[in-house]
């Protein structure tokens, strides 16, 4: 941990239904509150790993096939490029060279479908991997549409509860920020 200034962790086992936690460190630099069982870390990417069993539930449930193209579900998309990725595309990370974030400038839903619209694959799709944040959001954005739900209360309901998750959270209640991790100076320049 000192290495590579990680200030804290938590790490949980289960071994034949047997649940082991082992704590290390302080959840804020700041405040030097150490790790606890009841410390919350931020979400990260293992966002995408419930986004895609979002997308398999509402598969499963006949709500949408993981081969229907986004234009299938957002006609404005009817005729682009993007409009062509399949769902399941979208999930593996293989539309075609999608960035890993949208430009800074991009602020609101209006401006991201433009930009979709616009979008051209630097490569085929379905040849390359390429780590993509907006992908998986967009399956989620999908997802959640022709569920007709909002995306946070359908994961919530659908994949944490599922999951017996019950402290797991997209947006941190203000009642449990006492809680959640603050990530360092280090940490946040490596997200970006």
Do not use: C
Request: proline share 6%.
């Amino acid at each position: 941990m000192k290495k590579h200034n990680i200030p804290g962790m938590a790490i949980g086992v289960i071994v034949q239904g047997e649940t082991y936690l082992f704590n290390y460190g302080v959840a804020s630099k700041k405040t030097e509150n150490a790790v606890t069982s009841s410390t919350l870390f931020e979400l990260g990417s293992i966002s995408k790993t419930f986004t895609a069993t979002l997308a398999s539930y509402a598969q499963v449930m006949g709500h949408l096939k993981l081969t229907d193209t986004v234009a299938t579900h957002l006609p404005q998309m009817q005729g682009t490029e993007f409009g062509s990725v399949s769902l399941i595309q979208l999930g593996t990370h293989t539309p075609g060279g999608f960035p890993l974030q949208v430009p800074e400038e991009i602020t609101n839903n209006e401006q991201l479908m433009s930009y979709l619209q616009q979008w051209k694959p630097p490569f085929e799709k379905g040849t390359q991997r390429t780590y993509t944040n907006p992908g998986i959001g967009m399956l989620g954005l999908i997802t959640a549409k022709v569920m007709g739900q909002d995306f946070i209360p359908l994961m919530e309901k659908q994949i944490y509860a599922g999951l017996g998750l019950t402290n797991t959270y997209i947006d941190v209640p203000g009642q449990k920020m006492a809680d959640y991790a603050q990530a360092t100076p280090n940490r946040i320049r490596r997200r970006g």
